[in-house]
């Protein structure tokens, strides 16, 4: 299978750059310290739609529009920050957009696809809802990570972290369905060939580890996390072979262990995150990341879409 | 009195580059969308030291070293986030720093000092003994926002706002002492002749309305808050030089409002900042700012030095 290589992160940058935040790459001496290493982060919450997700679904939709013109519509199926993605690019591009969720989504996260002008269907059928739409009506299927124009999305932010400074020595990133490290690992492994790339999951919601382990892309049972952003079901084939030709590691951390990283990330870099964005911090903590001290590091906070109340529920 | 110049800021803007963080201009659509305007926040929560405070304090510390050499060490008075500044100032030039601080400083504040290296001595006269270590042992008072320098490095605030968009039609700023909104007024006017320039304090710390109002510099009551950061007992000449000349308009506002507008802002921005930053949209969401509906408008959020816990007691 082709990765994602240079030219489409280029063309990924060229199609999304000033409609995406230029996200901050922002350094945490003190939490540095603590850990013995040149610590910084990339403050994805700080994003449209308050995560990565943006920058996937906004690059899949102007890929096409190049390839075959504009689609009728926009159709996907999530229960959160991709579904918020999808509907913020077609209402950037004017496009009618459905997006498919399950009874059980989060009232705000519902709220939010139709602050962007989403309409959205509450369904268990996700998947077959969006294929007949895309059948019957044209609209076309954002898929949420196993895509390369997806993929080369979130590659632009490797690409940042790349401009912003010195080439990393670790970088550090959350994996759910695995588009974000996929597209973080092609653009930094291309610059920086002996940097370490390490993925974290949910021990509760692995399915990328569980599939390098086993060869199945399905978990056998349905992944449940406080790091909500990162219980996919299934890991894809595209970003499998991302993740088995760039990635040096993929390890897992308990539901405890992001609590309180989730916390310590809100005092130390002022950054609210969501619980999905603090797994990185987590393992670093745990020490299941091979580390060399004073290495210069990259956190990636993927996204921030959760309160002050859950913050405080949890305090 | 001679007000700092573009020349001032572009030499403070030379020394302290890369030195302090370079904090982004993010927007808030939502926010905006509410408020009627093109809403912009630049994050000074996430500069080094946790304040817009280092800043002034690094350039004051090098336009000294320029004209006449490293001082034998550094002092200053503060109960917050100048304190830090200076002790982070005196570190990075490996000078040693006393700082004076009320025995009623918050005690995370007198350990962020000696983090920094800072010694920290608990004083009720601060002034004295600042004054008897310049004297005795050569070291250097750095004012805490009443002096060119210091105002020249808050005056970076305003440039960056300058150079990462169009102009902005209308700047809101925290105020105590008035040295950043003495620097932001410096930098944003010369640039945006017609830029509406608002400064806002709590009620009940006023000391710049008050010297704007009666002419006395001193407030006749100890001012309190819990925008700490904004308690300056006092206004300074240089600041009330420049905003008489340059600021359109300084308004109140009350506890109530910051403490509302404190949790608002972490949850549409995703960033925490300490209350003195949040008494700008507090102003704007009761309606003390005039406001031309759709205007480009940025909030200076001054700093981040708070705790998740402040945040969990008020929730």
């Given at each position: 299978m082709r990765l994602v290589g240079a030219d489409d992160v280029t063309a990924a940058e060229?199609?999304?750059?000033?409609?995406?935040?230029?996200?901050?790459?922002?350094?945490?001496?003190?939490?540095?310290?603590?850990?013995?290493?040149?610590?910084?982060?990339?403050?994805?919450?700080?994003?449209?739609?308050?995560?990565?997700?943006?920058?996937?679904?906004?690059?899949a939709l102007l890929a096409l529009v190049e390839r075959e013109g504009p689609p009728a519509g926009l159709t996907a199926f999530s229960a959160g920050n991709h579904a918020m993605a999808v509907a913020w690019a077609g209402q950037v591009f004017g496009l009618p957009t459905v997006v498919c969720m399950p009874p059980h989504a989060v009232p705000t996260k519902i709220a939010a696809v139709r602050r962007y002008g989403g309409e959205v269907v509450l369904t268990d059928d996700l998947l077959g809802t969006c294929?007949?739409?895309?059948?019957?009506?044209?609209?076309?299927?954002?898929?949420?990570?196993?895509?390369?124009?997806?993929?080369?999305?979130?590659?632009?932010?490797?690409?940042?972290?790349?401009?912003?400074?010195?080439?990393?020595?670790?970088?550090?990133?959350?994996?759910?369905?695995?588009?974000?490290?996929?597209?973080?690992?092609?653009?930094?492994?291309?610059?920086?060939?002996t940097a370490r790339i390490v993925g974290v999951e949910p021990v509760t919601a692995n399915a990328v580890g569980h599939a390098l382990r086993t060869g199945e892309a399905h978990l056998p049972v349905r992944p449940r996390s406080m790091a909500d952003g990162l219980a996919a079901p299934f890991a894809g084939r595209h970003t499998l072979a991302h993740v088995r030709e760039l990635v040096d590691d993929v390890v897992e951390v308990s539901e405890e262990a992001i609590g309180a990283s989730w916390w310590e990330l809100l005092d130390a870099t002022k950054l609210l995150v969501e619980p999905a964005a603090a797994v990185g911090l987590a393992a670093l903590r745990a020490g299941l990341v091979e580390v060399t001290p004073g290495a210069r590091t990259v956190l990636v906070l993927s996204g921030g879409n959760t309160s002050p109340a859950a913050l405080t529920a949890l305090g």
């Open positions: 060229r199609r999304i750059t000033g409609r995406v935040v230029r996200t901050p790459l922002l350094p945490c001496p003190e939490l540095g310290d603590a850990l013995r290493l040149d610590l910084w982060v990339k403050a994805e919450n700080l994003q449209r739609t308050g995560s990565f997700k943006a920058r996937g679904a906004l690059n294929e007949a739409l895309a059948a019957e009506r044209g609209f076309y299927l954002l898929p949420p990570f196993d895509d390369p124009d997806v993929i080369a999305g979130q590659a632009t932010v490797g690409r940042e972290i790349l401009a912003d400074g010195p080439a990393p020595e670790l970088v550090v990133v959350p994996v759910g369905g695995g588009g974000l490290i996929s597209g973080v690992a092609a653009a930094v492994r291309a610059a920086a060939p």
